[in-house]
């Protein structure tokens, strides 16, 4: 049995749970420090599959799909799979971890300083994750067997760009290839909305242009600061992408012929017109770096990543010493409470995401509910007790004049306040602060946390999020995914 406080334990050595990362539609993902014999150690991703998604078959099979895949695409530009398992706690995925940021994050930065990334950064990044295309579309088993795989999930978000400048495919969470056995209901739509080409939204057949126009549109929100359409619901959107297809960059964007010609050509909603394989495509950009020069190097590119996400590297750096050290000092194992109850993933993107994906499938984490619940429930009881102690006290007065009554309202005032300054501090909205790295509470902070006032609760209440829009009439065409299950009520 593998116990919640044991690190988990396989013939290649430990894995010790450090943080959350992220969590997503099918899984959650943690940074994870794997340990061995001799003092080896690295630090590595852990996903895990959702605890109410391990009864669904079909979420299952599509895990162990995902962990297939991953296994046999060996590339410099896909982030590598190392290890598939199951304990007692679940199935899990231990993946390469890149230290760097996402597309996504890196056009987040940029426009917080109201910049946006160069194109010769661009086309850089579009040709390491061209190169990671090129050996997913073209991989083998180890029988020599064309595996015929489709990542379908190419966007900013699933474009990793390490501090060593090298961009990564991330995520073959819904993955197509000869191996897999989940069959996609045609009623459904996989992917994000944004990013998938007209043909599919028509139900029409898909090959290896599903990933070049995703690709493409990439690059455009990458060169951009947000995709297509970012505004339109999800009906809208449809009509656009099939009936008007992507905008040419040069109607919202001055940028060279060269490049607007590169993006129409990977966004055409004519799979036949665009580029028919990663390695097309990848010899227009070579050609257009050695026509104009254009073309960032590595190091360049790396040298964007440290200058945009420095601050948030150097934090989390700061942070993973910190568990470690904690760890060492205390002597804890890899799922303590206290680790884990960390709220926010590290390297949350601190803005809104300027990029983001018109269906983006994170789920955000919560910041300490019950905290902010008791202290509503505070706040209510000092404010009625407050209102009692002024109605009793104006009861027992004899009939006060106005400037009396006007002495009395300072107390009154008084007893609606908070009896702390933590209560206030933790009142206020934590999401909208700036972003900082994850860091652990210190010790003894639960014994110092105010114990619950023995009054009757009161339920904060919440704004429930806008519906969404019903689908096009006669299209049968919905974003929500049927693999995903429900997840567990809070």
């Known amino acids: 049995m593998v116990a919640d406080d044991e690190p988990l334990s396989t013939a290649l050595g430990a894995f010790e749970t450090l943080a959350p990362l992220g969590s997503g539609g099918m899984g959650a993902a943690f940074l994870a420090r794997a340990v061995g014999p001799g003092g080896f150690e690295r630090l590595v991703v852990l996903k895990r599959l959702h605890a109410h998604l391990l009864d669904n078959p079909q979420s299952l099979q599509r895990f162990r799909d995902e962990a297939n895949l991953a296994a046999h695409v060996r590339h410099a530009n896909v982030v590598s799979t190392l290890l598939v398992g199951e304990d007692d706690i679940g199935h899990f995925l231990v993946l390469d971890y890149v230290e760097g940021a996402s597309v996504e994050e890196l056009v987040d930065r940029a426009a917080l300083r109201q910049q946006r990334l160069e194109p010769p950064i661009v086309l850089r990044l579009g040709l390491d994750a061209l190169a990671g295309l090129h050996a997913i579309h073209s991989a083998r088993d180890n029988s ?14 699933n474009l990793l760009v390490g501090v060593d400048g090298v961009t990564r495919v991330a995520d073959f969470g819904i993955a197509k290839s000869a191996l897999g056995a989940a069959l996609t209901d045609r009623n459904y739509l996989v992917g994000k909305l944004a990013y998938v080409p007209p043909e599919y939204l028509r139900r029409e057949a898909v090959g290896r242009e599903f ?42 964007l001055e940028i060279p012929p060269q490049i607007d010609a590169l993006i129409a050509s990977a966004c055409h909603p004519d799979r036949t017109e665009r580029f028919q394989s990663a390695q097309e495509m990848s010899d227009a950009i070579e050609r257009i770096g050695r026509e104009t020069g254009w073309l960032a190097t590595h190091r360049e590119v790396a040298a964007v990543v440290d200058s945009l996400c420095r601050v948030d590297l150097d934090r989390r750096r700061q942070h993973v010493a910190e568990l470690l050290e904690h760890r060492a000092t205390r002597g804890a194992t890899a799922h303590e409470p206290l680790l884990l109850s960390t709220r926010k993933p590290l390297a949350r993107s601190p803005a809104r995401a300027v990029a983001r994906s ?7 984490l919560p910041l300490a509910p019950r905290r902010t619940g008791w202290v509503i429930a505070g706040l ?12 009793a006290w104006l009861r027992r007065a004899p009939r006060a004049d106005a400037s009396q009554v006007a002495e009395a309202s300072p107390t009154a005032s008084a007893s609606l306040a908070p009896e702390s300054p933590r209560e206030v501090a933790t009142a206020e909205p934590a999401a909208d602060a700036a972003p ?30 806008p519906p969404v829009p019903a689908p096009p009439a006669g299209g049968g065409i919905t974003t929500s995914n049927p693999y995903r299950g429900t997840p567990p009520e809070q």
Do not use: F
Not at 358 to 364: C, I, K, M, S
């Open 211 to 252: 990933d070049i126009y995703s690709l493409g549109v990439s690059l455009w929100a990458a060169l951009v600061g947000s995709t297509p359409w970012e505004d339109a619901d999800e009906a809208t959107m449809v009509t656009r992408c099939i009936v008007d297809g992507v905008p040419r960059l040069s109607t919202v």
């Open 380 to 391: 209510a009881v000092a404010a009625v007790a407050g209102a009692l102690s002024v109605s």
């Open 144 to 157: 020599g067997r064309p595996l015929e795989i489709l990542h379908r999930d190419i966007s900013v978000q």
């Open 436 to 465: 900082t790295a994850l860091s652990a509470p210190p010790a003894g902070a639960a014994a110092r946390r105010p114990a619950p006032r023995p009054t009757p609760a009161v339920t904060p209440t919440t704004t429930p999020p």
């Open 358 to 364: 018109a269906t983006r499938e994170t789920l955000p």
